[in-house]
């Protein structure tokens, strides 16, 4: 093909960026790939909307049978979100020997192995860098990695939202509120902050990791997930006096045949590079056994770094650099909970009587160091294991939003 | 090629490293690319040296020619080490038709655009990820970012020695003396550290990826260079009570058609992911105009971390992925010294009568805040850019060895 044709889904944001790199880094892709790259459709749910862009009327559809069934059109560009639909439409189009770039992590996450399986049997490619980590390109590295090196650990600070919030709470010291009305201020946060401030969009994102980094299918439901709600502004305090910072991690690791993945707020020293990470950058630290750890920071979301990353895949395919890699699905690994995770934890009980609750906490065999007693109680735990601490926890019997309690990600901690 | 033949040369630190990796990972490789990658012969000084590595002792020769003129090698595998020799044998084994990989900045760094000119008439890949940076992957990621991106600036933390010995400065309040002999205990510095506290090791590689970045050659002569042996003890106790922490960084910025390269000690907010960047590691950030700044971090050196860029360099060859990579050599585009590189300096001078001095910085017109005075002057200057600073201090006339000066990459600083 010397003439390359996208049809484009979706016309928003992400969509936007897509349509302007191409037009505006037409001699630079063209130099890059020695192909030239046309939008020749682009899907939108009302053709009349001006958005300034200059978009030539007559390549924009609301149907989107005009892109699914045109056989001119080589790559399909999804950026829509949603869940149904786009995969519905990804289906189609792999079907029909179309390759596929998609952005949507809710529809890579669950059908990661069935998509893979459906591109391999037609012959084309599935990229979906921009659904994780937006600019970054940590697919593509990853990719690369586990051609030499076993995976160990995947980690990363995969929601902006969360980490603008929890930056906001340590660095301007607001609360959970102040922090969450700053973000929806400022963009960071949709109206139903739900997705992001209870982990679920991290989660997604650790799952392709996971399942990418170990070669084994890990869904969005083998992620135990915990968001930040229950992190106070008299945590934040606590946390500043032990040099700690709390960023809500994804994390996968792997042992044998069982594997752990998990989105909670963990503590990192305050020197370590993760503390570093602010606002709405992200980052994702990569162990492999021969190349040690590897770390991919930068814009996890915005216009311009994701359209980045989907333009990135859309060359790679030109370049059938897709052709490399095939997803097999190790069924022997089983994801197992968080029981692989293991440290010290931070503690904090509210509007308790600390001696009672020492006396249950010493009654359940949980070693513990007591940071401040009285009517709140801080205690920092031994090294436990996550799945041990969740039981722990449930023994306790706390009232809900009464307490918080988050895995410790230091070696410097001393009980 | 259904068998892919390696021949290496060099079979120290790197070159056992890359032979273990190819004998121990075998079925991952064969997997990763659908072919067998064998080492068929492997040059050593001295072949009756056992190397506890088993390598079958009739692929060692201590003959170059061996492998040279060996038509059924494909690729040459070049971590020996020096310049001269090295070049030679790159330079014919291009013209020969083999592809290359080699981890030798001290030749890629001035032969850049010849050796890509080579490459590219003979149809082969010359590929050289392990030569910045170690297992980092940023060369590979530069190649990715620049096919979309107009890059601005790269910035990197290049050199494992310096940062070790900056590291153990600060945290744990070494003198420079007593940080490098640690450096040489750990065997993080040669006998001979000049290569590495003076920069040039690490001038080299912003070099490259200056190069890479701009599309445009800039040679090691074009990196204005300053190590670190000015640092006192006393300045790292004033870059605590900054919350600044100096760290040895390669720069490079382009505006218009000139460019600026340089290694110098930068001070850095002690907040900023550099500043975490501790030890031996290494980190790289890029900026471009759509995908804003990534940041690549990990080992900048050790066997197998090196190894492993040698690896994935060679699994490119082999999946034909250096094809779309070509360097061309935009001559429009003049290094010009350090000039667009601008900041508020910290300056130090001591054994100095600080009334008279400062009455000199005055008459220069530099202006600034005094930090302390006394028998030890230090100040803050205004934003100032480097190539007047230089000029700034050479009118000063201070008396070598008693002074110290560092940029301060930060938008905290108030004078």
């Given at each position: 093909?010397?003439?390359?044709?996208?049809?484009?889904?979706?016309?928003?944001?992400?969509?936007?960026?897509?349509y302007e790199i191409l037009r505006d880094k037409k001699e630079s892709l063209k130099k890059a790939t020695g192909k030239n790259i046309e939008i020749s459709k682009i899907l939108v749910r009302d053709k009349s909307k001006d958005r300034g862009l200059g978009v030539d009327p007559s390549i924009l559809t609301e149907n989107v049978d005009d892109i699914l069934n045109d056989s001119s059109i080589d790559i399909l560009v999804e950026v829509l979100g949603g869940i149904e639909l786009p995969y519905e439409y990804i289906i189609k189009s792999l079907r029909s020997g179309k390759h596929v770039v998609t952005a949507n992590k809710a529809v890579i996450s669950p059908y990661l192995d069935e998509l893979h399986k459906l591109a391999d049997e037609n012959n084309v490619g599935l990229l979906y860098e921009a659904s994780v980590a937006g600019g970054i390109p940590v697919i593509k590295g990853l990719k690369d990695i586990i051609k030499i090196n076993s995976v160990s650990n995947i980690k990363g600070i995969l929601n902006g939202t969360t980490n603008f919030i929890l930056s906001k709470m340590y660095d301007e010291d607001l609360s959970f509120d102040e922090a969450l009305s700053l973000a929806h201020k400022y963009g960071y946060a949709e109206a139903d902050p739900t997705d992001d401030i209870e982990g679920f969009d991290a989660a997604r994102k650790i799952s392709i990791l996971a399942s990418l980094g170990f070669g084994a299918h890990v869904?969005?439901?083998?992620?135990?997930?915990?968001g930040i709600t229950s992190v106070s502004a008299s945590d934040i305090k606590n946390f500043k006096d032990l040099s700690l910072v709390p960023k809500l991690i994804g994390s996968a690791t792997i042992a044998g045949n069982e594997c752990s993945a998990s989105v909670e707020p963990l503590l990192v020293d305050d020197s370590a590079p993760f503390a570093s990470v602010k606002d709405a950058f992200n980052i994702v630290s990569i162990e492999g056994d021969i190349v040690d750890e590897l770390q991919f920071y930068g814009r996890g979301a915005g216009k311009n770094p994701t359209a980045n990353a989907v333009v990135t895949d859309i060359l790679d395919i030109v370049l059938e650099n897709y052709k490399e890699y095939s997803f097999t699905n190790n069924?022997?690994?089983?994801?197992?909970?968080?029981?692989?995770?293991?440290?010290?934890?931070?503690?904090?009980?509210?509007?308790?009587?600390?001696?009672?609750?020492?006396?249950?906490?010493n009654d359940i065999g949980l070693n513990h160091k007591v940071i401040s007693s009285g009517h709140e109680l801080v205690i920092l735990t031994e090294k436990i294991d996550s799945e041990s601490m969740e039981s722990m926890i449930a023994k306790l019997n706390l009232p809900k939003g009464s307490f918080c309690y988050l895995?410790?990600?230091?070696?410097?901690?001393n009980i």
């Open positions: 093909m010397v003439m390359v044709k996208v049809g484009l889904l979706g016309l928003g944001t992400v969509g936007s960026g897509v869904g969005f439901d083998d992620v135990v997930c915990r069924t022997d690994i089983k994801p197992s909970g968080s029981k692989l995770f293991k440290g010290n934890y931070y503690m904090r009980v509210s509007n308790v009587n600390s001696d009672k609750l020492l006396n249950s906490i895995r410790i990600e230091s070696e410097n901690v």
